[in-house]
């Protein structure tokens, strides 16, 4: 099979989980980070999105490097939270793994929608994966934005 600019995620993917299926912080955030330069190929319509994956994943990074043991699997620092009563606040790691793994579904889906659509616009593709991942999750100004824009 060819390289193409998900060789190295999909590589990495391999690395996520410890042999008893944890997830380790590390190797998915170094998956996560991954798809950054790619989003930069997308130019402008993506800077939001990179911004807010980059802003959350430096979020958990930065909670990782405080006690790389300790927080050698993220479920840690969710546990944590819960216990500390932290786990709702919009600045909390648990809130960016979150919405982490949002943007990486709503990536998901438009990666697919190219691929499976490629007689649809940008537009198309961002507005169908928008809808189908991430506007449940939306107020109406955040979903007006990003359709009108996307």
Not at 30 to 45: H, T, Y
Not at 113 to 142: I, R, V
């Amino acid at each position: 099979m060819a390289e193409t600019v998900f060789t190295p995620s999909l590589e990495g993917m391999k690395h996520v989980k410890a042999e008893n299926g944890v997830i380790l912080t590390k190797p998915f955030l170094e998956v996560c980070k991954q798809i950054l330069p790619v989003l930069d190929k997308f130019g402008a319509a993506m800077a939001i999105v990179k911004s807010d994956i980059g802003g959350n994943i430096t979020r958990l990074e930065n909670k990782y490097s405080s006690d790389p043991s300790k927080y050698e699997h993220l479920y840690t620092m969710v546990q944590e939270e819960v216990q500390n009563k932290t786990a709702k606040g919009s600045s909390s790691c648990t809130n960016g793994l979150l919405w982490l793994t949002r943007a990486m579904d709503f990536l998901v889906e438009l990666f697919r929608n190219l691929l499976e659509h490629p007689d649809w616009t940008m537009s198309q593709a961002c507005t169908d994966s928008y809808t189908k991942t991430l506007k449940k999750f939306h107020g109406w100004l955040a979903s007006s934005s990003f359709t009108r824009n996307g």
